[in-house]
Nanobody
């Protein structure tokens, strides 16, 4: 069992930046971020696989968001720049000991461990 705890959410004006953190109680090769806005389905945002497995991003955040991981601290980060109002959502950290391809594909049904979520609000 892996416990995930997110932090770093908040309110920011459009064009601003936030950095989310996710502290994990255990290690899994695959970690990532999802988000869910009111009335919308949960969508994958960014994913990373350890050991040089690389990262993947949703098209809507490419060039603006960056996912990284500090394995020594067992912490996942999401740096969010040039934020837009449409980025407003609850952001969830997720993890799973799944294979590389499944991880990078970023489907919520493939992730077994979830954080409680952190709210991000971007005002125009």
């Amino acid at each position: 069992q892996v416990r995930l705890v997110e932090s770093g959410g908040g309110s920011v004006q459009a064009g601003g930046s936030l950095r989310l953190s996710c502290a994990a109680s255990g290690y899994t090769d695959c970690m990532g971020w999802f988000r869910q806005a009111p009335g919308k389905e949960r969508e994958g945002v960014a994913f990373t696989y350890s050991g040089g497995g690389g990262t993947s991003y949703a098209d809507s955040v490419k060039g603006r968001f960056a996912v990284s991981r500090d394995t020594a601290k067992n912490t996942l980060y999401l740096q969010m720049n040039s934020l837009k109002p449409e980025d407003s959502a609850i952001y969830y950290c997720a993890a799973d000991p799944t294979a590389w391809y499944t991880c990078i594909s970023g489907s919520s049904s493939d992730f077994g461990y979830w954080g409680q979520g952190t709210q991000v609000t971007v005002s125009s």
